[in-house]
């Protein structure tokens, strides 16, 4: 199954596309900054990306977390990068009315992990025509992503795919089931791995989530050999002081190393026939 989930970006195809950039717009020119460099690296290894970052981080531990700067400043800042660089641009939504004013800059509407099963939040991001990308919920088996697929599609929007972010594993703990890949595209559903926020320790930290990004390379690697179409992690050029989920965003240096050995792998499944 294959999906051009924005323009010239096509996820489960004959490449690996990439989703990455700071977790949340801390500022204008970090923005940028961060944008030119992942930029850079796409160009040198050929591999596309969608440039993402969140206006707003709703759902962050506590009500002294930084959330961002809110819908118009983010889709201000969103649009300069997308004019700065030309790279397609995703962010989350989480209202239905969001939808239409987040369309207007954006190629990409992502749908959180928490609101999968909204139905209102799906039909509206479905029918602005723009790539629809739904985390699955840590509470969800892969099986049970199809009814949510459908409710995008059934809406008039073919141009969805799942992010994978793993499953509640007891308390502040997430796994990945690596059968996960098979079982999404066996129901004709392209499906991108979240390298980010399966590290995650949900509300292991005092204020924030942990994470044990350490383990970044290992799961990656293990994620494209059983399948992914595509890879999401979230980079920032200084993790330990970033603004949301230091615990688990990793430097570009260290992604562009990563996805290097990301895409032999996946360039190795594709010599040995079509994925299934």
Same mark, same amino acid.
């Given at each position: ?22 977790? @949340? ?5 970090? /923005?940028?900054?961060? /944008?030119?460099?992942? #930029? ?10 969608? =440039?993402?970052?969140?206006? %707003? ?8 977390? +930084? ?6 400043? *983010? ?17 989350? @939504? ?19 992990? $928490?609101?999968?099963?909204?139905? %209102?939040?799906?039909?509206? #991001? ?6 629809? /990308?739904?985390?699955?919920?840590? $509470?969800?088996?892969? #099986? ?7 409710? @995008? ?27 996960? +890949? ?10 991108? =791995? %979240? ?19 350490? =383990? ?6 293990? #994620? ?35 996805? +290097? ?11 040995? *026939?079509?994925?299934?």
């Amino acid at each position: 199954m294959s999906v051009e989930l924005a323009p010239g970006i096509v996820v489960g195809g004959d490449t690996l596309p990439w989703i990455s950039g700071p977790c @949340v717009i801390e500022t204008e020119e970090l /923005a940028i900054r961060s /944008a030119q460099s992942l #930029a850079a690296i796409s160009n040198r290894l050929g591999l596309p990306l969608i =440039y993402k970052s969140s206006f %707003d981080k709703a759902n962050r531990s506590s009500l002294e977390s +930084f959330r961002g700067p809110g819908l118009e400043e *983010g889709l201000r800042i969103l649009r300069i990068v997308k004019e700065t660089t030309g790279l397609a641009v995703v962010t989350d @939504v989480h209202e239905p009315a969001q939808c239409e004013r987040v369309a207007e800059v954006c190629d990409v509407l992502q749908i959180p992990a $928490f609101l999968c099963r909204q139905t %209102d939040l799906l039909v509206a #991001a479905a029918r602005t025509g723009r790539g629809v /990308a739904v985390k699955k919920g840590q $509470f969800m088996a892969p #099986a049970d992503m199809l009814r949510c697929v459908e409710k @995008v599609r059934e809406s008039g929007n073919a141009k969805v795919v799942v992010i994978e972010r793993g499953s509640s594993f007891g308390y502040q703990n997430l796994v990945v089931d690596m059968r996960s +890949f098979e079982w999404l595209r066996r129901d004709g559903i392209a499906v991108i =791995y %979240d390298i980010t926020h399966s590290l995650q320790l949900p509300g292991a930290g005092e204020r924030e989530s942990g994470g044990t990004s350490e =383990y970044a390379e290992p799961l990656a690697r293990a #994620a494209v050999a059983a399948g992914a179409d595509g890879v999401f992690l979230e980079t920032h050029p200084d993790p330990d002081n970033a603004l949301c989920d230091s615990a688990v965003q990793i430097e570009p240096e260290r992604a562009e190393s990563l996805l +290097f050995s990301l895409a032999s792998i996946r360039r190795t499944l594709l010599a040995e *026939g079509p994925l299934v």
